[in-house]
């Protein structure tokens, strides 16, 4: 059974930055971040394959937020910077893409709540 747990989430106002922790028991997986703010569907919001060499970027996070990991570690991390209110919501990590890394993941995290104040 693959864990993943998340860390890192909390409020900060507009303009502020948040970084996000994501370790999974197991191997290494390609992972993935998704959100989903209230009455709005989830979202994919960033990607890191296995080695870290490849990072996939949403369009309304790129140039703000960055992902990496420490594969020794187990641990992904989502850094957010400039962050705006439209960025609130829970983000979810997500290990083992099927198929490429916007889609559909085999595991998944518990979720992690990120509030930006205006």
């Known amino acids: 059974q693959v864990q993943l747990g998340e860390s890192g989430g909390g409020l900060v106002q507009a303009g502020g930055s948040l970084r996000l922790s994501c370790t999974t028991s197991?191997?290494?997986?390609?992972m993935g971040w998704f959100r989903q703010a209230p009455g709005k569907e989830r979202e994919f919001v960033a990607a890191?394959?296995?080695?870290?060499?490849?990072?996939v970027y949403a369009d309304s996070v790129k140039g703000r937020f960055t992902s990496s990991r420490d594969n020794a570690k187990n641990t992904v991390y989502l850094q957010m910077n400039s962050l705006k209110p439209e960025d609130t919501a829970v983000y979810y990590c997500?290990?083992?893409?099927?198929?490429?890394?916007?889609?559909?993941?085999?595991?998944w995290g518990q979720g992690t709540q990120v509030t930006v104040s205006s």
């Open positions: 997500a290990a083992d893409w099927v198929g490429g890394p916007t889609g559909q993941y085999n595991y």
């Open positions: 197991g191997r290494t997986y390609n």
């Open positions: 890191i394959s296995r080695s870290g060499a490849t990072t």
